[in-house]
Antibody
Framework: QVQLQESGPGLVRPGGTLSLTCTVS?????????WTWVRQPPGKGLEWIGEISHSGKTDYNPSLRSRVNISVDRSKNLFSLEMTSVTAADTAMYYC????????????WGQGTLVTVSS | DIQMTQSPSSLSASVGDRVTITCRASQAMGMYLHWFQQKPGKAPKLLINGASSLQSGVPSRFSGSGIGTDFTLTISSLQPEDFAIYYCQQTYSTPYTFGQGTRLEIK
């Protein structure tokens, strides 16, 4: 059973860079999956940020593409999210998620980590 | 982008009721439609994938149907633990998009 665990700073200054990692256990990050980030502002709905495939191909939400980078560290079995030039609008719960295929959907989620953008 | 519209946005129901939540997509997307349940302070939980495939461990009172642009999630007999927010989501094309959510409350 795959498990995902997010980690990173809970507070980021406006204009700074948000950096989160997602450690994968119970499976290899090189297996055929898409590793994904989703966020949820407090009291609001879910937004797909982007994904990285098992082969390293990335795809991002056009609304965030200019500020986001997702990468994989196969030696540590984790993947990461970097978001630059953050504002208060980026305050949200950030989830890392595994998608086995477009048909299976987002089948495993981390517990989420709250990131607040504030000075 | 494919826009996902859920209705209703909120719903009050009683234990034992049958409820249906609808999700409409702005363009046809086959059956790449999934349903999630989210409880306060928790990550969303995948209930149904591929429009109608029940995830392992999900009670059989949950069911999904639909194809193309119109989809439904039905709970045949509400239980106390079913009161939550439900989201639909498409993975037909990126950017993957979610419905705005349906809050299911106790009447």
């Amino acid at each position: 059973q795959v498990q995902l665990q997010e980690s990173g700073p809970g507070l980021v200054r406006p204009g700074g860079t948000l950096s989160l990692t997602c450690t994968v256990s119970g499976g290899s990050i090189s297996s055929i999956n898409w590793w994904t980030w989703v966020r949820q502002p407090p009291g609001k709905g879910l937004e797909w940020i982007g994904e990285i495939s098992h082969s390293g191909k990335t795809d991002y939400n056009p609304s965030l593409r200019s500020r986001v980078n997702i990468s994989v560290d196969r030696s540590k079995n984790l993947f990461s999210l970097e978001m630059t030039s953050v504002t208060a609008a980026d305050t949200a719960m950030y989830y890392c998620v595994k998608m086995s295929s477009g048909w299976t959907g987002f089948d495993f989620w981390g517990q989420g980590t709250l990131v607040t953008v504030s000075s | 982008d494919i826009q996902m519209t859920q209705s209703p946005s909120s719903l009050s129901a009683s234990v034992g009721d049958r409820v249906t939540i609808t999700c409409r997509a702005s363009q046809a997307m086959g059956m790449y439609l999934h349903w999630f349940q989210q409880k306060p302070g928790k990550a969303p939980k995948l209930l149904i994938n591929g429009a109608s495939s029940l995830q392992s461990g999900v009670p059989s009172r949950f069911s999904g149907s639909g194809i193309g642009t119109d989809f439904t999630l039905t709970i045949s007999s509400l239980q106390p633990e079913d009161f939550a927010i439900y989201y639909c989501q498409q993975t037909y094309s990126t950017p993957y998009t979610f419905g705005q959510g349906t809050r299911l409350e106790i009447k």
